[in-house]
C-alpha cells in the first residue's frame, strides 16, 4: 500500500510539474521575453512587375463600416468552432469614364449634355489593418481556415450592405454635385448630366 502511495505522489509530483512548465512557457511565448533573444530578422524579397492596367474609373463616394462577426463552422463529430471578428470593411462607388463615347457628349453653342454610365460599386473590402479576431473557440485543426472564412462572409456582408444603404443613388447625387462645377469651369459652357438608362 505503501508502494501505491508513494508512485501516485511521484505520479502527481511529476504531472504538477509538467503543469508548472507549461504555465511558465504561456506565459514566456505571451510576452515579449522571446524578443530579447532575438537578433533581428532576414526578409529577402522579389517583386515582379505583373501587369500596367489604365484606370477610368471615377471613384465619387466611400462607405465604411464597423460590424461584429460571429461566425459558425458546423462539425460532425467536434463541438462546432466559432469565431468573432470586429471587422470594419469600405465600399467605394464610381463611374467608369472609359465608357463614355463621343457619342456620349453632345454640345450646342452655350451648353454641353454629358451621358455618363450608371455607377457601379467599384471596390469592397475588409481593412485587415483596422480588423481583428476577437475570439475563437473549438478550432482545433484549423483556426486559420475558420478566421479566414469569416472575414469572406464579413466582405460579402459589406458589399450587400452598402448595395442596401444606396451607394450606387449617392454616386449619382455625387457625380451632379461635383461634376458640373468642373466642368463648366473647364469649358465655359453650362453642363448638363444625364446618365444612361
Not at 511565448?29 to 524578443?35: E, T
Not at 459589406?158 to 455625387?174: M, P
Request: aromatic share 8%; with cysteine; hydrophobic share 40%.
Amino acid at each position: 500500500m505503501a508502494r501505491l502511495l508513494n508512485a501516485l505522489l511521484r505520479l502527481f509530483l511529476i504531472a504538477l510539474f509538467v503543469a508548472g512548465l507549461l504555465a511558465i512557457w504561456e506565459q514566456i511565448r505571451g510576452s515579449d521575453m522571446l524578443s530579447r533573444f532575438r537578433r533581428g530578422d532576414n526578409t529577402t524579397q522579389s517583386i515582379v512587375l505583373k501587369e500596367i492596367k489604365a484606370l477610368g474609373k471615377l471613384e465619387l463616394v466611400k462607405y465604411t463600416f464597423k460590424d461584429i462577426v460571429e461566425h459558425e463552422q458546423v462539425n460532425t463529430y467536434l463541438p462546432n468552432a466559432n469565431a468573432i471578428l470586429i471587422v470594419e470593411g469600405e465600399a467605394t462607388g464610381c463611374i467608369d469614364l472609359t465608357k463614355i463615347t463621343a457619342d456620349d457628349i453632345q454640345a450646342t453653342t452655350d451648353s454641353i449634355t454629358v451621358y455618363l454610365p450608371n455607377p457601379e460599386l467599384c471596390t469592397w473590402k475588409i481593412n485587415h489593418d483596422r480588423s481583428r479576431v476577437y475570439d475563437t473557440r473549438f478550432s482545433f485543426l484549423d483556426q486559420s481556415m475558420l478566421v479566414s472564412d469569416a472575414y469572406k462572409k464579413a466582405e460579402r456582408q459589406v458589399r450587400q450592405s452598402a448595395l442596401d444603404g444606396g451607394i450606387l443613388d449617392q454616386t449619382r447625387k455625387n457625380a451632379h454635385q461635383l461634376l458640373p462645377p468642373l466642368l463648366e469651369q473647364l469649358s465655359g459652357k453650362k453642363i448638363g448630366l444625364a446618365f444612361r438608362e
